[in-house]
């Protein structure tokens, strides 16, 4: 078999296609989301957003059955009840904002195990914790291309305070800016992205499209937009060799598209000239290389 074909023959096949589209949109519009998440040092917020979904989804086949419509509105109030009552105690009490997201976290997290537990057909949600890329329908892709085409006009139109929220909070306030408006906002964005990546790649694995590019990016560049732009890319690419890998190997989607990003990272983290654990040595050599041609 030759290389085109070990590369191209997978994505013949239209649930490859609808999967890879799938992944490329949630990974566009959350690549760029989680550069933002990295620089508020909100990666782990995400996290605890994405685990209070369960909830949200027990709730809703507790009183519309395996409705999938009714299972994504129940996660969204799940995620946004979440987002709104963690910013709310941050700011109404002593807690810290992550303080109060971690036990909101933990909180909605029990309460999911506990409904699932109770049920007596003991409901299965193993296809939202890890998700089912290869499953994916024209629904849920044509959501997906919803959610991605919002979000990358919200933040292109909103560029200017998200960029002064995401650096210099204190000065936007300062400024006129609505920083917990913002801030807000920022959080149902993640929360909507995170509901349209559960069919791609679940509870547990989602935030690793929206942080893992995130971070790789941030080891490579130094604006804002740049960053915002390579993490997308990442996730595009991250998403299309992961799946290629799946296809080959016989691994779950989700988890061959999280390693492959992963891998883009530890690799950057290793290699980057700049940010990387390479740079200072690779600066002792051009001041040593430097000291040896000097003229006398």
Do not use: C
Not at 98 to 118: E, K, M, P, T, Y
Not at 275 to 280: Q, Y
């Amino acid at each position: 078999m030759s290389l085109g074909e070990l590369l191209l023959d997978p994505f013949a096949l239209p649930f490859m296609q609808r999967g890879l589209a799938a992944a490329v949109l949630v990974g566009l519009s959350g690549g760029a989301l989680g550069s933002l998440l990295v620089l508020r040092r909100l990666a782990l917020m995400g996290d605890a957003l994405s685990h209070s979904l369960l909830p949200g989804l027990a709730l809703a086949y507790l009183f519309f059955g395996q409705n999938v419509g009714a299972l994504l509105v129940g996660a969204l109030l799940a995620g946004l009840l979440t987002a709104a009552g963690g910013a709310l105690l941050s700011r109404l009490t002593r807690l810290k904002e992550d303080a109060a997201f971690g036990a909101l976290f933990i909180l909605f997290f029990a309460a999911g195990i506990a409904l699932v537990s109770h049920y007596p057909s003991r409901l299965d949600l193993a296809h939202f914790l890890f998700g089912s890329i290869l499953g994916v329908g024209s629904e849920e892709l044509r959501f997906a291309a919803l959610v991605s085409t919002i979000t990358i006009a919200l933040l292109l139109w909103f560029r200017r305070s998200l960029a002064l929220h995401a650096f210099d909070p204190a000065f936007h306030r300062a400024t006129g800016g609505r920083g917990g408006l913002v801030h807000v906002g920022l959080l149902a964005l993640v929360v909507f992205n995170l509901i349209s990546a559960l069919q791609v790649m679940g509870i547990v694995l989602s935030l690793g499209l929206f942080i893992l590019p995130a971070v790789t990016a941030y080891l490579w560049v130094e604006r804002l937009a740049a960053m915002m732009l390579l993490s997308g890319a990442l996730a595009a690419l991250g998403a299309t060799v992961g799946l290629l890998l799946s296809f080959h190997l016989g691994v779950a989607s989700g988890a061959a598209i999280v390693l492959t990003l992963g891998a883009f990272f530890l690799g950057s983290a290793l290699l980057s000239p700049r940010h990387g654990l390479a740079a200072p040595l690779l600066a002792r050599w051009r001041t040593g290389k430097r000291v040896l041609h000097r003229p006398d």
